[in-house]
């Protein structure tokens, strides 16, 4: 039975929703990876699950407080606020970054996914055999989808797909090292999404929920019960998930592809990954190599730091995951 939560603590899990928030927003990065690290990993994946028929019974027999309680829906509401807020708000300030400083974003989030590779690689507890060849599994088939060049983008899309590419990216959006929006990306939906997000299209948002929500419930129940059954290989594939994304955010990319856009301007397709003399040497930029490694440094040093405040002080790693 979970000790009784304050304010303050649903005040902390709001604002862990909204780095998860800040995080999807970004092609390459993934919230799961910040539920895994900031400790709420399995809890969200156990209160999502809950949405079954239990919970239907307990509201029409027992009453919406037993319902709410099946739920845990503070938990969740205190979450999805979090979200919301990254979503609506942060949505334009990370594309401003990603235009106009992308060397040094990706910087800190390659520190960032780095560090949380080496935290989830601590919570298995025996490494075998199939653990091993599931985090190389897990490593390959993350690089293979990184790899893949994004369709470009479109300008219109039919509700039936929106609503296809909401469940499909939600369970990336759940998967530690496989972003949803860079899933988005891959199906052409990336701007489409989040220009309907900030000009708010609520027939474009309302579709693309509900298909986010059943995609959520269904694959939540599934990669609860791996972790519950096969606990050491789960998270040895989640482990390679993120070790296999390193390749998206790379800070240093040469374009090799570009696209027309709705507006007119030519816009990134496909690039691929350069060492830092070779990008100022294609793009006449400078590396802000100093400036990156510090950047890198840093979001390393915070996944242990919020790892450390996520993780009651009695509690022992194993039962921090």
Known sequence: MKEKRKFKDYFLITLKGIAMGAADVVPGVSGGTIAFISGIYEELLDAIKSVNATLFKKLFKEGIVAAWNHLNANFLVALLLGIAISFLSLAKLMQYLLDNHAVLIWSFFFGLILASTVYVGQKIKKWNIPVIIGAIVGAIVAYIITDISPAASVTYTPLWFIFVSGAVAICAMILPGISGSFILLLMGQYRYILNALTELKFDVIIVFILGAAIGLISFSNVLSWLLKRFHDITVA?????????????????????????????????????????????????????????????????????????????????????
Do not use: C, H
């Not at 990134?268 to 490694?293: C, H, M, R, S």
């Open 237 to 321: 594939i989640l482990t390679g998930f993120m070790l296999g994304s390193l390749n998206k955010v790379w800070p240093w990319k040469q374009v090799t592809e570009t696209v027309l856009s709705a507006d007119g301007k030519l816009e990134p397709l496909a690039e691929k990954n350069v060492l830092p003399q070779i990008y100022e040497q294609v793009t006449g930029l400078d590396a802000n190599l100093a400036f990156a490694i510090l950047l890198a440094i840093g979001g390393f040093i915070l996944v242990f730091g919020i790892e450390r405040l996520a993780t009651p002080k009695n509690a022992t790693k194993s039962e921090a995951v």
